[in-house]
């Protein structure tokens, strides 16, 4: 999970539907008992990552120390993770991030350079999924720009699998993706 974690940062500076501002993707695996989520935000570099740094810059230095970047790693965090609502047919599923990283693009000064920040959780499910039972994604983004957007499921064994969903998805609208017979 910390190879897929750094991989995904390591090629987060790619910006996608606007030229500058927030850029978030959000990838979810499924299997009939669990939700595998990786969510990663990308703030392209310009004025907004030079207030966001400044704002974390307690002492005002001009440089972010280990407490200061774990203060705008938890900023970054709340903007991904405090709108979001992910359920399973209508029953939320609760949020726990496992594992969470930063990345300043090798910049720790209070600068315009960008940064992104990947967040990596694991939610059991009390019960089994069924085939024909809907994962429900819903978040509205720092900027209302669109979210990217994928579900991948765990096929069963000896079923076909369900077709992966990618799309580019408007902020705040509610996404059901129909689920199939999902292996463990």
């Known amino acids: 999970m910390r190879l897929v974690l750094a991989l ?6 790619t910006a996608w539907a606007h030229p500058e501002g927030f850029h978030a993707r959000f990838v979810f695996t499924l ?25 974390a810059d307690a002492n005002h230095d001009g440089v972010l120390s280990r407490p200061e970047r774990a203060t705008l790693l938890a900023k970054l965090s ?23 990283k930063l990345n300043l693009r090798n910049d720790d000064s209070v600068s315009r350079t960008g940064l ?14 069924s085939p024909g039972m809907h994962f429900e ?13 994928e579900v991948l499921q765990t096929p069963a064994p000896k079923e076909p699998p369900e077709p992966d969903f990618r799309d580019e998805v408007p902020s705040g609208k509610r996404v059901r993706v129909r689920l199939g017979a999902l292996g463990r």
Do not use: W, Y
Not at 8 to 13: E, G, H, Q, T
Not at 31 to 55: I, M, P, Q, Y
Not at 137 to 149: F, H, I, K, W
């Open 8 to 13: 995904v940062l390591s090629s987060a500076a």
């Open 116 to 129: 992104s920040v990947a967040l990596l959780f694991e939610v059991k499910h009390p019960h089994e999924v």
């Open 31 to 55: 299997t009939k008992t669990s939700v595998t989520g990786l969510l990663v935000l990308d703030v392209d570099s310009g004025e907004r990552c030079e207030l966001l740094r400044a704002g």
């Open 78 to 100: 709340s903007f991904l993770t405090k709108p979001l609502k992910l359920g399973i047919s209508s029953s939320p599923l609760p949020l726990t991030v496992t594992e969470s």
């Open 137 to 149: 994604v819903e978040t509205v983004t720092p900027d209302q720009s669109p979210l990217r957007l």
